[in-house]
Every structure is written in C-alpha cells, then in structure tokens.
C-alpha cells in the first residue's frame, strides 16, 4: 500500500563515504548507494504518487463533509462546514449503532478467520519445508493448484456446500471458508525452508527437546517474519472480503462492514430509502483506518520478511 | 438428484429468473402451496398461539410496523430482514427457494416482479386465506398487478402513480411554463438547455422502469400474459408516440447522461442542472433526504400528457408483500401482510413517509390536505391521489420481467450511447426477450 512507497520515496541515500572525482561522473556505472537521476523517472513516480493518493484525499476529505456539503462542494476541498465528528458520531448510532456491530463481526471474521489461516499455513508450510513424507510432491502440486484458483471462482460451490450442511447465513460461512489461504501455506513453506536452518533443529533434537518444543522455541521465533506477511495478507484478504459473505450471509446482523457498507450506499437507491452518502463515505474511512494501524505497525517485518533469502549471506 | 442440484446451480447464478423458469417447465414437484382454506379463526387462534415471522423487506417502515405488531400481539416475533433491495433480494429469494432453505414467511416483492413468482407458485395464492375481501380496497393500478390468472399473490404495500417533479427555481428563473404535454415538454426542454447548456430538463441514461411506465402511460400495451403464454409487441401507437417524443430529447441532447440513483443524480437534482424528474409518487421522501440542499426549490405537478386534454397516468415502482409457498408459518404470516397493507399499518407507514395504495388513505381528507414543506407547502398527495386514479388497469408485465428488465441497457440503452434508434433499440429488446422466453418454456409470440 501506500506505506511503503513513502518509506522508500522519501529515505536518504547515504551520502557517499569520499568525494567522487567529478571529471568522469556522467558515465558512472550504477550503484544503489548512489542513484542517477532521472527528471523523467521523478515525474512519473510523482504522477504514480499523485494518482494513488488523490482517492485517499478525497475520503478524508468528504468524511468532513454533511450529505448536502457532498453535492454542493468541490470534490477535493472542503465545504464550508466540518462535520467529521458530526459524522463519526452519526456512523456509530445511525440504526441503533449497527455500524459498531458490522465492526466487531468483521473483527471477528478476521481474529478467527485469518488468524486461523494463518496458523494453519505457519503449521503447515513448516511441516512441508523441513519434515520428508511420503506424497508431498502431490500435496506441492495441489497447493500451487490452489493458489491458482480464484477465491471467486470457488464462491459459488462453496455456497452450495455451506447450504447442504446448512451452515449458511451463520458466521461459520465465512469464517470456514477463510481459514484455508493456500497462497500463505506456500509462502510460509517457501520462507520456512530459507529462514530454519535444518542443522538447528537437528541440534535441538540432541539436546532432547520434543518436536513440540523444537516447533515452538527454535522454528517459530524464526519464522516471525513469514507469519506476519501471512498474517498482512489474510487480514487484508479477510477485512475486505465481499463476495464470499455477500452470496453466504442475508441477515445484516452478521454483516462484516464491506457487506454493511454497500447497503446503506444502497438505501439510496430505492423509493422510501434515506441516502446517506456522507455516513458511506465516513464509515469507509473507519474502515481503512485498522488496516492503516496494521500496515504500519507490522510493516518493518513486513518488509524483512519479504526480502528474506534474497541475498547470500 | 442431479435435477436438483442442476436447478439449484442455476439458482445461484446471476439471473434470478433462470430458476424460476427452469421450474416452470420442469414440472413443480416443490410446490409447497396448498390450497386449504384458512379462516380468521385459525388465523386468530395461530396469533394467540405466538410464533415467529420472517420478513425480507428493505422499506425502513416495516421494522417499525413489525414493532407495532408485536406489541399488539405479544406472543408474535417479527424478524425483519433487509436481504438486499429489488433485484439483490430477488437473487437471495430465488437461490432460498432452489435451496429449500432460509425462505422467509414474507417477503417484499415489487409489482414488475411478483408475476414470475406467481407463476412459477413461488409465492401463495392468498385467496386462501381471504383476500379475496380486499377487493375495491386499493387503487387499480396495483390491485391489479399483485393478481394473475385468477390468484392474488400479494398484498399491494405502497405504490407509485405517476407525477412530475419540477424545480421551480430554474423554471421561474428562465421563464419556462410547466408543461402539460410531452410535446410541451420537449420544448421545454429546448428552452431550458439553450438558456443554460449545463442544464438539462431531465436525465436518462435508458431505464426499464421508467421506458415500461412511459408505455404504460401512452397507451402502448406490449406485454400479453395468459399463463405461459406471452405476447410481446413494441410497434404499437402507444410504443410509437413514446419513441418519437423520446428520441427527440436524446438526438437533441436535451436529458442528462446521468444515471440514476448515483450520487452525480442527487447533486444535479440539487443544483438546477437537472430540472425535472417524471417518477413516483414514493420520491418525496428521497428528496427530503437526500437532495436536502434544494429543499422549497421543487415543486410537483401533473403528468405531460401524450394527447393533449386526455388525463391518463401510470405506475412507477411500488411493492406488495407476498408470501412464498415455502414459508412456514403462514397464517401468522398472512396476519402480519395484513395488517402492514391493509390495516393499521398502513397509517404507520404513511406516517413514515411511503405513499400508500389503499384508497381509502390516497382519498382522505388528512392525507389530501398534508402540507409538504419541502415542496413550499404544496399539498402534493392531491396530486398523486388524483394521478393514482388516472391509471389503466390493464397494463401486463411479463412473467420475466426481471431478466427482461436486466437486459434493457444492453439492448434499447443502446439508443443513448450509439446512433441507434429507440425503435431499433425495443425491437431488439423485443427479440431477446422472446428468445429467452421460449428458451424458458414459454411460449412467445410476437
């Protein structure tokens, strides 16, 4: 997201350690300690940010604005009034606060459910990585099998699944179906074969610790960066999910706020229904705002965690 | 089983009239709907019982009827449930119904809608349970579209007759008279655009509902329903005096390409850029809402009329409550459609802001009276009472609407965007909906 741009956009390249010899610097071969500059290149990333950020600016923007500041304001400045606490407070009580449910259900589904998957692919992509069994070259082809599917795509059975063991329209529909993220078990296995050096689990055994113990006080330590990647992305997966409740869910009261979102934008469109777009745009920025708080409290081991086993040491 | 599990495939698919179809030729071995008598005293005795009741409805004045219900019948739970509006809660009724599982007992089913449900029996017939009595007790318009092939499969819920919706502001500004006929309007049209380009007397983008009430209101009859048997015919001189006066407004590029219901439509309704709007008589309460900024700007006016002098109207939208043949507790469930669309409900809802179909409330003098100050005190209900009488009964639509309806942008929206003809464009939506009709086991004509 955009976190990471600015981080890079705006590090200082180390100064260099002595002065160059200026006679020859414009046909210097490249070093990342010390970039050629491109007026061409600057201008692109520039219209790149400006592009990315001008969505964001216009939701915080609008958030300030009442349903009648949105239709007689200029989109990407303020109105007149602020209204953003006005808002805030409306988005929490309209309809007897179902807003703070719809957050506490998406809480939820994203606690239990990528959470789980989370454990599940740190389990298993551990398992796969460093223990020898007997099919795992067919369980290795199922899973980039899997990563290839669509979660879309499996929507559909899915719900006809759910419905034949009447588990639709409960919290279960969603949950389930999150718990399998197989695109984070082959990262994890991927990271786990890199990040445990098999020497140190095999120390661990002499010294007679259990597998249990070698899993927990050796590997996991280890693995910390890979988990929270996985973690970033079944949460982001599992906070944004729409269509996977969409089709499972029919009862508002199990909602997660993508669901709950898009109905009240909805009211709007119907005869008798009150619009109340200014209550859209704000909660939409609530929405963002954890997924923000995680990007940015978990991104330094986001970024080491990416680019773990990309270099030789 | 793989019949079944076909069917339900199909269910979930995206068109929610596929099922339907599909279970309307292959023979109805689910039809959960019996046709046993149920008199007030099981329905007062079911009451007493207590029970609980599902509701699909996304009108906001149905959770506070159901509260008023509940309080009148304390052993009685009503579970109100927003599923989705229109065509969403159309896709979940249908896959609900392909799954035998989470069918509500009541469901809010518009009038374009309800005739595929009642076809296929998805809905009950609820003659059964004494609607028959309920004759003469809502407008024509309606009353008529919740009854097909001797069955009433719905209670009218609210209604929409026809008004048009003017911005005075722009009209005293540029000196523009109301208009009172299509012809007049175009022209006004011409005036106001010209004044002012960013002006435009109305939007549209191609609409199914507003194109069908259009016909409706000319006179155009294209849909002829007889069971399976469907006639579809846009050539006649109702569908032609529509296409001319229409095409006149987009080849002159007089309606806005604005599309409905968006947040550009409220702001333009807000800003005089688009002036008038031809709908419902339910549209108030959107006004007040979501066009607060313009509020005494408006004002509501009579329908253009096609023929100069005639007084004809049409319907716009509106809903009933049908019941679907596989809800469980029907007799509280019938007692619960009732009393939202026929009793004490409906007051409450009125109160609420929905434009009723009961004559008895469109002719009385307490709602005839009620100021509006949104549109500077203007006792618009007369209007819309007065518009609600004007309609032809006789109007069809098919018992695919739904799909039909999904189809029209693909097809006569063409008109708006491309060179093509309005004409051209109904053909073509004409031979599609053929097509799909046969293909769905009915049998069309043209």
């Known amino acids: ?313 | 089983m793989p019949k079944h599990s076909r069917r339900l495939l199909r269910g979930i698919g995206l068109v929610a009239a596929l099922a339907l179809g599909a279970t309307a030729c292959g023979g109805s071995d689910d039809d959960g709907s019996s046709d046993k008598k149920v008199g007030s005293a099981d329905i007062s005795a079911a009451l007493k019982k207590g029970g609980t009741v599902t509701v699909w409805a996304w009108d906001p004045t149905v959770k506070t009827v159901a509260a008023q219900f509940e309080k009148k019948y304390p052993n009685v739970t009503v579970k109100v449930v927003n599923a989705g509006t229109g065509n969403d809660q159309y896709k979940a009724l249908t896959n609900a119904i392909s799954a035998k599982k989470g069918v509500p007992d009541v469901a809010q089913i518009e009038y374009y809608a309800i005739g595929q449900y009642a076809l296929t029996k998805g809905v009950t017939d609820l003659k059964a349970y004494g609607a028959g009595k309920l004759d003469g007790t809502y407008s024509p318009g309606p009353w008529n579209s919740v009854q097909s092939g001797g069955g009433i499969y719905g209670l009218p819920m609210d209604s929409g007759p026809m008004a048009l919706f003017y911005n005075k502001k722009v009209f005293d500004k540029y000196k523009i008279a109301v208009p009172t006929t299509w012809e007049e309007y175009v022209e006004a049209g011409r005036t106001l655009h010209k004044a002012n380009p960013k002006a435009y007397i109305t939007s549209d983008v191609g609409d199914a509902g507003l194109t069908t009430s259009l016909l409706w209101q000319a006179g155009s009859r294209p849909y002829k329903v007889d069971g399976t048997k469907v006639g579809i015919d846009f050539s006649d001189a109702g569908a032609k005096k529509y296409t001319d006066t229409w095409q006149q407004l987009i080849d002159e590029k007089l309606v806005a390409p604005v599309t409905g219901w968006t947040d550009d439509w409220y702001k333009g309704l807000g800003d005089g850029t688009i002036a008038t709007l031809p709908t419902g008589a339910w549209m108030p309460g959107n006004f007040t809402t979501g066009v607060k900024n313009a509020s005494g700007d408006w004002r509501v006016a009579p329908m253009p009329q096609w023929t100069k002098g005639e007084n004809k109207s049409a319907e716009n939208g509106g809903s009933s409550l049908a019941m679907p043949s596989l809800a469980k507790n029907k007799e509280l469930a019938y007692a619960f459609t009732e009393f939202t669309a026929a009793g004490a409900g409906v007051q409450t809802r009125i109160d609420g802001g929905a434009f009723p179909a009961t004559t008895k409330d469109l002719n009385s003098r307490k709602f005839q009276d009620t100021e509006f100050p949104y549109f500077g005190g203007q006792k618009a209900n007369k209007i819309f009472a007065d518009s609600a009488k004007a309609v032809p009964s006789d109007w069809k639509y098919l018992p695919y609407q739904v799909y039909a309806n999904s189809i029209f942008n693909d097809t006569v929206g063409k008109a708006y965007i491309s060179g093509t003809k309005l004409t051209a464009g109904l053909t073509s939506w004409q031979d599609a909906s053929v097509k799909y009709g046969n293909e769905q086991g009915f049998t069309v004509e043209k």
Request: a positive charge.
């Open chain 1, 1 to 313: 997201m955009t976190g990471s741009t600015g981080t890079t956009a705006t590090r200082p390249a180390a100064p260099p350690k002595q002065a160059a010899p200026r006679l020859r610097t414009p046909r210097r071969p490249y070093s990342p300690s010390r970039p050629r500059r491109s007026v061409l290149l600057t201008v692109l990333t520039a219209v790149v940010l400006v592009y990315s950020l001008l969505p964001l600016l216009w939701l915080v923007l609008s958030a300030t604005k009442s349903q009648e500041g949105l239709s007689r304001s200029f989109g990407l400045w303020f109105d007149r009034d602020i209204d953003l606490w006005h808002n805030i407070t409306e988005t929490f009580t309209y309809q007897d606060g179902v807003f703070l449910r719809w957050l506490l259900n998406t809480l939820m589904y994203v606690v239990v459910g990528a959470g789980g998957a989370t454990l599940l692919a740190v389990l298993g992509g551990y398992a796969l990585a460093k223990f020898d069994f007997p099919g795992k070259r067919a369980v290795f082809a199922v899973v980039i099998g899997a990563v290839a599917v669509p979660t879309t795509a499996l929507a559909v059975p899915t719900f006809l699944m759910f419905s034949k063991i009447g588990l639709t329209d409960t919290p279960w529909a969603v949950i389930i179906p999150s718990l399998i993220s197989p695109f984070g078990l082959y990262l994890m296995w991927v990271f786990a074969t890199e990040a445990i050096p098999t020497e140190l689990m095999e120390a661990a055994r002499i010294d007679g610790a259990s597998e249990l113990r070698t899993f927990f006080q050796v590997a996991l330590p280890l693995l910390a960066p890979g988990t929270v990647t996985v973690l970033l992305f079944t949460t982001v997966a599992t906070w944004n999910n729409y269509f996977l409740p969409l089709i499972m869910l029919k009862d508002p009261d199990w909602y997660p706020l993508t669901l709950g979102l898009d109905a009240w934008n909805k009211q709007a469109q119907t005869a008798g229904g009150e619009a109340v777009f200014n209550l859209v745009v704000t909660g939409s920025l609530l929405t963002i705002v954890p997924l923000v708080a995680a990007f940015l409290s978990l991104q330094k081991y986001w970024q080491s965690g990416l680019s773990a086993g990309s270099v030789k040491e």
